[in-house]
């Protein structure tokens, strides 16, 4: 039988921040010492898959490049793609269960913003090219900091190092041709990698940059990671490690991607076929899958309903809940959400090694 739960709106979040708003219901979960004992005070976590955040005084600690606007991504699809995939890279380097998270602390705000600048007599730091003939491939620069369960200590870095596919800060718009784009890449990673080696702390500390490819702001899909690498201590990369990863909107036209060839574009079909035909006022169906290694780590479903009472609301959402569970194969983790001009009405999500979904209606 299709149960119906409540459910917390974290389980919607792949970032590590999903345990931080609930403290008041994790407390078995957060370090017991107390400030007073100069102890390490963590968030806590409600799901072991992601970092427990590291507190100072008691207080979560934001980027030291927060205070000062650096750059941002051309689409909220590429910045979700950039901050959620990055996380993503960083578990695999640093595990969740040896390291804790903390936003970045060492490359200041002013720092970041003269070396996404272009070259120049004035700005030596630039990382794009002093040549204005050239398009600027270098748009934003995201640290992430990962500090020892044990020592307690910094122990490791992630920076990522976001590229145009399109130079926007120029009429008309220049496109980078792939080679461009990763040439300048690579140059900025070194320069990044020589420039942080040349600060006493941070000399023999492990290292992880990788390279994300963002989309064009008119792309819904956003971008992907394309290489990364690992630096234990030098202080230049000498081979990239590819990262495959893509962002497949659904219903697909494309003849050849992962979602053509493991049925799940034709599941999908069949999912927006059937809830449309029971379901007629419904204003779009559209699907988002995550592939990483050719494995479908993630469905998220949006729905545009046309329902408004409380008992159309409920009786769709168990509709489609059921016909998800239906449809997709079972090994698939989906998550649905139910929109309508006034906003979110239900949520929908089946876990990895679950047979049932749970859904939540929103007052």
């Given at each position: 039988m299709h149960k119906k739960m409540l459910i917390s709106l974290s389980l919607t979040g792949i970032f590590l921040l999903s345990a931080c708003g609930q403290l008041e219901n994790a407390n078995n979960n957060i370090d017991t010492q107390t400030a007073n004992d100069n102890a390490t005070i963590t968030t806590g976590r409600v799901d072991d898959g992601v970092y427990q955040a590291l507190l100072v005084d008691g207080k979560y600690q934001t980027g030291v490049a927060n205070d000062i606007e650096t750059s941002s991504?051309?689409?909220n699809y590429n910045q979700s793609n950039f901050e959620t995939g990055l996380l993503r890279l960083a578990k695999e380097n640093f595990s969740v269960n040896e390291y804790y998270?903390?936003?970045g602390q060492k490359l200041s705000g002013t720092t970041l913003k003269s070396w996404?600048?272009?070259k120049s007599a004035d700005n030596p730091d630039?990382?794009?090219?002093e040549d204005a003939t050239r398009a600027q491939g270098i748009q934003k620069i995201l640290e992430y900091d990962f500090?020892?369960?044990d020592s307690e200590q910094l122990a490791g870095i992630v920076i990522g190092i976001a590229l145009n596919q399109v130079d926007y800060s120029v009429d008309p718009n220049v496109e980078l041709s792939d080679d461009e784009l990763l040439n300048q890449g690579r140059q900025a990673a070194n320069s990044i990698l020589t420039r942080m080696r040349q600060d006493a702390e941070l000399k023999e500390i492990p290292v992880y940059v990788a390279l994300f490819k963002q989309a064009q702001k008119t792309e819904v899909a956003g971008g992907n990671f394309i290489l990364g690498a690992l630096s234990e201590k030098s202080a230049t990369i000498e081979s990239w490690n590819t990262v495959s990863e893509n962002h497949i909107l659904l219903p697909t036209t494309q003849s050849e991607n992962e979602a053509t060839q493991d049925g799940l574009a034709t599941q999908f079909a069949n999912?927006?076929?059937?809830?449309?035909?029971?379901?007629?006022?419904?204003?779009?169906v559209t699907g988002l899958a995550y592939y990483t290694d050719g494995q479908l780590l993630k469905l998220s479903i949006e729905v545009q309903s046309g329902y408004y009472t409380k008992p159309e609301i409920t009786s769709f959402t168990q509709f489609v809940g059921k016909t998800a569970e239906d449809i997709f194969d079972a090994s698939i983790p989906w998550e649905i959400t139910v929109n309508s001009v006034k906003g979110p009405q239900s949520y929908i999500?089946?876990?990895?090694g679950s047979d049932q979904s749970l859904a939540h209606i929103f007052n």
């Open positions: 991504l051309n689409s998270f903390q936003e996404l600048q272009r630039g990382l794009n090219p500090v020892s369960v999912f927006k076929s059937q809830t449309i035909g029971f379901f007629p006022n419904l204003t779009g999500v089946k876990n990895v």
